[in-house]
Antibody
Framework: EVQLVESGGGLVQPGGSLRLSCAASGFPFSGYYMHWVRQVSEKGLVWVSRIDPDGSTTAYADSVKGRFTISRDNAKNTVYLQMNNLRADDTAVYHC??????WGQGTLVTVSS | DIQMTQSPSSLSASVGDKVTITCRASQSIVAYVNWYQQKPGTPPKLLIHSAASLQSGVPSRFSGSGSGTDFTLTISSLQPEDVATYYCQQSYSTPITFGQGTRLEIK
């Protein structure tokens, strides 16, 4: 059974940092592009970042470039999102996505003073 | 960035109806389109990949078509369990972008 379990979300003040983790199982993690996608309440989906299977190439949405860093550890089947200098408009549920197929339930990030 | 313009934003139809949702890309994306279904409180579920390929386990009443800039998701006979929000997504280039979503209800 495929599982993607995100953790690390929570309440943080503007300007603060959080590190999200996503533990994957049930599929060949080291062969998959991994993404982070965020969603505000029941509103639309916004792609945040992608990392290629061996971790050598990354891509970011303009809104997070320079503030967020995606990384992965294929030995631990885990992908990370380091989020720095957080802003109120980063508040969302952050989903980890394996390829196009596999989505985690998400972890809520709330940026507020 | 490639914009994905999805329509309609909401739709109400009767059980058994044929339902069509469209997505237009701001430039050619060949067939790099995926369609997702999202029900409240759950993550999106892949229905169609590569514009027209039915994901394993998805009912055959769902189908996708199109290439270049214009794409369509069709439900041939609407069922009560199809109530959800549907999104198109282009994976042709980064930043990957989604349509705004179509909320589908039963009349």
């Amino acid at each position: 059974e495929v599982q993607l379990v995100e953790s690390g979300g929570g309440l943080v003040q503007p300007g603060g940092s959080l590190r999200l983790s996503c533990a994957a199982s049930g599929f060949p993690f080291s062969g998959y592009y991994m993404h982070w996608v965020r969603q505000v309440s029941e509103k639309g989906l916004v792609w945040v970042s992608r990392i290629d299977p061996d971790g050598s190439t990354t891509a970011y949405a303009d809104s997070v470039k320079g503030r967020f860093t995606i990384s992965r550890d294929n030995a631990k089947n885990t992908v990370y999102l380091q989020m720095n200098n957080l802003r109120a408009d980063d508040t969302a549920v952050y989903h980890c996505v394996g390829g196009r197929d596999y989505w985690g339930q998400g972890t809520l990030v709330t940026v507020s003073s | 960035d490639i914009q994905m313009t999805q329509s309609p934003s909401s739709l109400s139809a009767s059980v058994g109806d044929k339902v069509t949702i469209t997505c237009r890309a701001s430039q050619s994306i060949v067939a790099y389109v995926n369609w997702y279904q999202q029900k409240p409180g759950t993550p999106p579920k892949l229905l169609i990949h590569s514009a027209a390929s039915l994901q394993s386990g998805v009912p055959s009443r769902f189908s996708g078509s199109g290439s270049g800039t214009d794409f369509t998701l069709t439900i041939s006979s609407l069922q009560p369990e199809d109530v959800a929000t549907y999104y198109c997504q282009q994976s042709y280039s980064t930043p990957i972008t989604f349509g705004q979503g179509t909320r589908l209800e039963i009349k």
